[in-house]
Each structure stands twice: as C-alpha cells, then as structure tokens.
C-alpha cells in the first residue's frame, strides 16, 4: 500500500502525453495530489500548484509519485538528484517505470539508510494465495473487453465515481500498474506467478457488506491470445456478480495480432457469461461501454442507442457521456 | 534443456510411491534411465541396474535427476553427499522438488566450481516471449479435463507413444514438473509469470512439419476457478487442432474446492471449443480418456461404450485399454 497524497514528480516530460499516469491520479484522485514538481524543460502541466519537496512536505505529501515515462529506459541523472533528495526529505518513492528503482544502487542505498520504501508497482509486493474459490459476501463488478486498451480502466473509475454518486458504496480495485499508482493499492496482475493469479484477484476483492462494490478494473480480453489467461483469472478470482462490457467499435483487428479480428459485443457476451458462472451462477451482464472517440456525436449516440435496443442493455460512452446509465443499472441489483 | 540419460535417485524413498516422478521416467522414457541410485533403507524399486555414480558414468549417464520426494522438505545430510559427490563426478542435478537446489549454498558452490548444471525444474529457465498469435506450421493436439488431476499428463504420454506406434511424427511437451523430469525439457507452466504464459506455450511448441503432432500436456481446468487462466493460456498458445476431453467420473465435487460440481463431458466440450476456436478456427475434439479406475472392467467398458454413442467421439481409458483409439482419429486428420 503506497502512503498517500502525493507529490507528482514530472521530470522532464516533452509533452502532456507522456506524463499520463500522474494526468490519471489529478483526474481521478484530486485528493491525492498535493502538488507537480516540474524540472527544467518540463512541457507537462497538470494544472497543480507547483511545489518544492519541502513545501509539499509541508503540504503533507508522504510520497513521490513518478507520473511519467522516462526517456531512453534509463533514470537521468538529473532525475537521481530529486529522487535522492526526496528520500532524505521522508518520501516514499513510487514508480510504474519498466526499469525498477530497486534496481538502482545508490536509490536502494538510500532508501535502506532512511528507512523510506521504493515501490515498483510493477511488481508484485505480496505473497498471494492460490484462489480457493469460497464465495464472498459483497458484490463485484468487473469491466471486460472485446479486446485489450478499449477503455476497461477507465469505465472502472467512471462507474466507481458515478456508483458513489448515486450514494452507493463501491471501490475501485486496481490490477494494472496505472490503476495502483491512481488508487495506491492494488495487484499488478500481468507481473503474478500463474498458479497465483486468481488468488491474487480474490485478495484484492475480499468479503466485504452485502451492499458493497468492488469495481474491478479487467486486464486483456477472453478473446486475446496472448494474454486471455489474465483476463480468465479475473473472471473466477474475481466471482463478479456482474460485467460490463467494453468495445472500440473502429478498430481493424486485435490489438497487436493483424490475423484475428476483433469479436462483436454479442460474442463477447456470449463467451463471457458461461464463463463467468463458473465462479458466480448468478452472474449477469448489466451494461455496455464503448469507446466512441473516433465518431462524430450524433453518429455515437445513434450507435449506442442501437446496441441498446439490439442487446437490451445500458449501453453509453463513460468518457463522453457518463457512466451513470451503468451504475443506475447496478443500483437496482 | 536436461542432459541425458540419467541416472535416477531414489535416496531413502520409504515407499514406491514417493518415488513416482523416477517410476514416470522409467515407465515413459526408458531410454533416459540408465540405473537407480538408492540409499540405505530405501524402499522403492523401478527394476533398473543399481548403480553408484562411477558405473552410472561409465554407462553414459548425464544427470542425476532426483526423483522422489524428500522428507519434511529438507534436503538431508545424505542426501547432500551424494548430491556434491555426483557433481565432483561430473553429474548435472535436476529436481523437481519444491526446495530448490540453487537454494543450498553448499550445491551451488560446488556447481560453480566443478562448472555442472542445477536443473531446478520448477522455476523457469527461459525469458520467454509475448504470444504473438502467428498460425505455425505442424499440428497440435492438447489434453483438456474437467478437473485438475484427470490424468492429463498420462493421456498425453500414451497418446504420444501410440501415434509413435502407428507411425505418425509426434513429440510429447510437457508443461509440468514431472513431465519435464520425464522428457528433459519443457515448460513449469505455473511458475511462469502471467503475461508470458501463452507466449511460453507458443516457444514450445513451435512451428513443424507439416505432419507433426505436437502432443501438449494439459494442466488444469477451465472449470476450476484456482487454474483456469492457465489452461486458457495452453487453449490459446497452443493454438490446438484437436482436443482430447479428461474426465474421472467418479469425483464428488472439484479438486480442493468443495462448493463446486464437476462439469459434464459435454459441458467443457462445449465451453472449450469456442475457446479454442478464437486462435484456431478449425479445432475439433478428436477423442475422450476416462480414469475408470475405480470402476470394474466391465462397467467401465459400459461407461466407454455410452460415452462413445453419446457423444459419437472415440472414447478409451488410455491407461486400461491404451490409447490407440485416440491416436487413430488424429490420424485421419
């Protein structure tokens, strides 16, 4: 569990782009964030008051949060300095980077000598169970997708805000290394050891009130070859009680495999469901997400007005148009 | 890879059945085993030579692969002599035994020094890649059960010798410990960490011969909800032509999780081949094996008959009636 808020550190981003995860934590935990701490050269700005380690120590941030991809895979020199100095100062560091601050000497030196935690969220930090499959009190949604990157993270935190809205109780559960920096918690699923991957899922969502969400960010696809075993794992480590579906309806073929082509919503719903009871009989599909970036708005409204009609359920671009169609859905099981 | 052939240690083994590993080595690769190793107060025997580590060298053999399980999961202070004394002798180790090898200071040092390999077979040896979804050459037939446990493994090996026998091109891959211990190579598949799992099933079972059969040892169960991601990264890697169906009809529920039914024949039928479909399209079931092992002769010649007019599928206990059945209809293809 990352110690939160946070100081977003934005080193030296070329653009907004690139500085995306701490773009997702200002978005989708304000609270979190404390300041952005922006070296020379900077091009990202999330709209926070820029502040120096002391002032967001004052400020009460416990860790620095690097919202940012690096340039050529390798932490700069000029990035050491901050990161030292921030250890020294009493942060925490976190980090989504693909080359790991324990990997690095003198920053695991430090960190040891000050007592402070690095954090690679992509990593796994926890011993998890083999899943034992015991059914849960609580209820658990998960998002599924025709394919991988239509918008699953997403949909997740919209339905959490819009269920929390509605005065529904529910958490976001993260299982990607965005997710676990927006949130601080989580299980980066894609890192697990096979055999723990569903026990892993079933930790993340434990027994919790009958009236209470866990809204459970999914990973991959049950239709992508390459990583439906995630996606599987999900499905029974998660028991959800119900899916909603996601799709980009403008895609040419599965992300990364130019051979196969991307499944409608009714094959995925199709598959999804006999798979999803396996692990939870009740399980129901209650809505629809679909990713419409790429229509104008009439011809997306048009579109989604006919998948409800065609699949007789909610069905709304979160991003564009709410997710509150999907959490009046849930509210009502 | 394992050098072969081996020699294979029984140590103090108290019975036959905790030297079950050495027993499938000696049952399905006979040419790998050249003797037995056995300590004081050893009480199994595979009917091989006895042999110490100079005879054992003197006839060719590689690697001394541990074939029994140890006592209260230490390696003992016997043990250990002989293990060092094997390698001094120039032995490679490989074991399948849940304490590693490279854990023992001792084993590792002298490894080191003497340059011989340690074959922990329960840790991944290869970076394996993505899956990459391409469609390979040769054909792949893969084993799937209704449960864990159903004799995946042992309908896999003998389907392997029976196409042998019938003169067909095979090779039997295995993905579990004892398999790798039986064949030398392989992939521990659920030790591999979850993004690379499909991706290992597609570099073991790599492009061929038109007229090769790949025959992939199964693991788990898309029905068991602690497993399944790991069968559907073998369903999807893999990317079958055929699947043979397991079942053990007699089972009360699934393997270590009570609250759950085992499936029909029928029911993982038609769950597994849309699953299988999404990476190949032209996937079959080809065949069913029954563990009818505790049933009589005749009922389970009954229970095989039924089966095969219901589901107009050959049906064989391959360990009773073998497996030639299966092999034939895979022939035809």
Same mark, same amino acid.
């Given at each position: 569990? @990352?110690?939160?808020?946070?100081?977003?550190?934005?080193?030296?981003?070329?653009?907004?782009?690139?500085?995306? #995860?701490?773009?997702?934590? +200002?978005?989708? +935990?304000?609270?979190?964030?404390?300041?952005?701490? /922006?070296?020379?050269?900077?091009?990202? =700005?999330?709209?926070?008051?820029?502040?120096?380690?002391?002032?967001?120590?004052?400020?009460?941030?416990?860790?620095?949060?690097?919202?940012?991809?690096? %340039?050529?895979?390798?932490?700069?020199? !000029?990035?050491?300095?901050?990161? $030292?100095?921030?250890?020294?100062?009493?942060?925490?560091? *976190?980090?989504?980077?693909?080359? %790991?601050?324990?990997?690095?000497?003198?920053?695991?030196? #430090?960190?040891?000598?000050?007592?402070?935690?690095?954090?690679?969220? %992509?990593?796994?930090?926890?011993?998890?169970p083999i899943a034992n499959g015991v059914?849960r009190?609580?209820?658990? $949604?998960?998002?599924?997708?025709?394919?991988?990157? &239509?918008?699953?993270?997403?949909?997740?935190?919209?339905?959490?805000?819009?269920?929390?809205? +509605?005065?529904?109780?529910?958490?976001?559960?993260?299982?990607?290394?965005?997710?676990?920096? $927006?949130?601080?918690?989580? &299980?980066?699923? =894609? !890192? &697990? #050891?096979?055999?723990?991957?569903a026990g892993?899922?079933e930790?993340?969502?434990?027994?919790?009130? *009958?009236?209470?969400?866990?809204? @459970?960010?999914?990973?991959?696809?049950?239709?992508? &070859?390459?990583?439906?075993?995630?996606?599987?794992?999900?499905?029974?480590?998660?028991?959800?009680?119900?899916?909603?579906?996601?799709?980009?309806?403008? %895609?040419?073929?599965?992300?990364?495999?130019?051979?196969?082509?991307?499944?409608?919503?009714?094959?995925? +719903?199709?598959?999804?469901?006999?798979? !999803? /009871?396996?692990?939870?009989?009740?399980?129901?599909?209650?809505?629809?997400?679909?990713?419409?970036?790429?229509?104008?708005?009439?011809?997306?409204?048009?579109?989604?007005?006919?998948?409800?009609?065609?699949?007789?359920?909610?069905?709304?671009?979160?991003?564009?148009?709410?997710?509150?169609?999907?959490?009046?859905?849930?509210?009502?099981?």
């Amino acid at each position: 569990m @990352i110690q939160t808020p946070y100081l977003l550190f934005l080193g030296d981003a070329p653009d907004q782009l690139a500085a995306k #995860v701490a773009q997702g934590v +200002r978005d989708w +935990r304000p609270d979190n964030a404390v300041g952005q701490f /922006r070296m020379e050269g900077c091009g990202a =700005d999330l709209g926070l008051p820029d502040m120096d380690l002391a002032a967001a120590r004052a400020a009460g941030a416990k860790t620095l949060v690097i919202g940012v991809a690096n %340039r050529g895979g390798v932490i700069s020199a !000029a990035w050491k300095k901050v990161l $030292v100095a921030a250890l020294e100062e009493g942060f925490d560091l *976190a980090s989504g980077l693909h080359n %790991r601050l324990r990997d690095e000497p003198d920053l695991l030196a #430090v960190a040891e000598a000050t007592g402070q935690a690095l954090h690679d969220v %992509r990593v796994p930090e926890v011993s998890y169970p083999i899943a034992n499959g015991v059914k849960r009190a609580g209820k658990r $949604v998960l998002t599924v997708g025709t394919d991988c990157s &239509v918008g699953k993270m997403y949909t997740s935190l919209a339905l959490d805000r819009a269920m929390r809205a +509605r005065g529904m109780t529910s958490t976001f559960r993260a299982t990607g290394q965005t997710g676990i920096l $927006v949130t601080g918690d989580g &299980v980066p699923l =894609d !890192a &697990v #050891v096979a055999d723990f991957m569903a026990g892993s899922v079933e930790w993340l969502t434990p027994e919790n009130d *009958a009236d209470h969400w866990d809204v @459970i960010e999914g990973q991959g696809s049950l239709f992508h &070859v390459s990583y439906s075993g995630v996606t599987m794992a999900l499905m029974h480590g998660g028991q959800p009680d119900a899916l909603i579906l996601c799709h980009e309806p403008t %895609r040419p073929h599965m992300r990364g495999l130019p051979d196969y082509a991307v499944p409608s919503l009714e094959a995925l +719903r199709d598959l999804a469901l006999p798979v !999803a /009871r396996i692990a939870n009989p009740a399980c129901v599909v209650a809505g629809v997400a679909v990713n419409t970036q790429a229509m104008d708005e009439q011809a997306a409204r048009d579109y989604l007005a006919k998948l409800e009609d065609s699949m007789a359920l909610p069905a709304t671009d979160p991003y564009r148009f709410g997710a509150e169609a999907l959490a009046e859905a849930l509210g009502t099981m």
